[in-house]
């Protein structure tokens, strides 16, 4: 079975710090990859999302992930962090086998200070 | 609006005593899944539905039952709640098999005293 290492558990940054945030999977297969945030008080929203291609894929409010396969890691970045980017992040992946199965990371809370 | 709509969103309950949380969807997915979210746990599948009538466990089941009856309907049951599952309930769908992405409601707020 696949699992997510998230190896940041509380990362807070000044504005304008950029920003990495690791994430590990276990499995040897194809998987596809995830980043999802979760602001205050709201529901997961999807970030970016890796299924094939170009290993360095672009999401919104100007996030990145890199699919470093050999590594079996999916960081997310960002150049430039502000106030609004304070949220739990949580990298997730599924196999082909198990399509309708997201499994998650333990996430990463993020606070950035003004 | 495409989405999927949790009811009800906060939830206070006692030892026992029944209770339903419903999830819907317009988007006419055919996967639907309930995941629970803990501190320092992340989110953990409870179970999910590839299509009407078809339902599977996934990581943490016990204590819970669902159903699907209609497309756009899955209900999570706690017939006899605990403390333990005092959490954050997500509800989430997909299209189908080959998309993968997961859209998720709002959240359910579960406390069982």
């Known amino acids: 079975a696949q699992s997510v290492s998230q190896h940041n558990h509380h990362v807070i940054l000044s504005e304008a710090a950029s920003l990495e945030l690791g994430c590990n999977y276990s499995y040897g297969g194809t998987v596809n990859l995830f980043w999802y945030v979760q602001y205050p008080g709201q529901h997961l929203q999807l970030l970016l999302k890796y299924f094939s291609g170009d290993p360095l894929v672009k999401g919104i409010k100007g996030f990145e992930a890199e699919f470093i396969k050999s590594k079996f890691s999916f960081n997310l970045r960002k150049p430039s962090v502000q106030w609004s980017d304070t949220a739990e992040y949580f990298c997730?992946?599924?196999?082909?086998?198990?399509?309708?199965?997201?499994?998650f990371g333990t996430g990463t809370r993020l606070q950035v200070t003004l | 609006e495409a989405q999927v709509t949790q009811n009800p969103r906060y939830l206070i309950t006692v030892t026992g005593k029944k209770l339903t949380v419903t999830c819907s969807q317009n988007?006419?997915?055919?996967?639907m899944s309930w995941y629970r979210q803990d501190p320092g746990l992340g989110l953990r599948q409870i179970y999910y539905?590839?299509?009407?009538?078809?339902?599977d466990k996934g990581d943490v089941p016990e204590g819970y039952k669902v159903s699907r009856k209609e497309k756009r309907n899955f209900p999570l049951i706690l017939e006899s709640p605990s403390p333990n599952q005092t959490s954050l309930y997500f509800c989430?769908?997909?299209?189908?098999?080959?998309?993968?992405?997961?859209?998720f409601g709002p959240g359910t707020r579960l406390t069982v005293l």
């Open positions: 989430a769908s997909q299209f189908s098999l080959a998309t993968y992405e997961q859209f």
């Open positions: 988007m006419n997915h055919e996967y």
């Open positions: 997730a992946v599924t196999t082909t086998g198990t399509a309708s199965k997201l499994t």
């Open positions: 539905s590839m299509n009407v009538e078809v339902t």
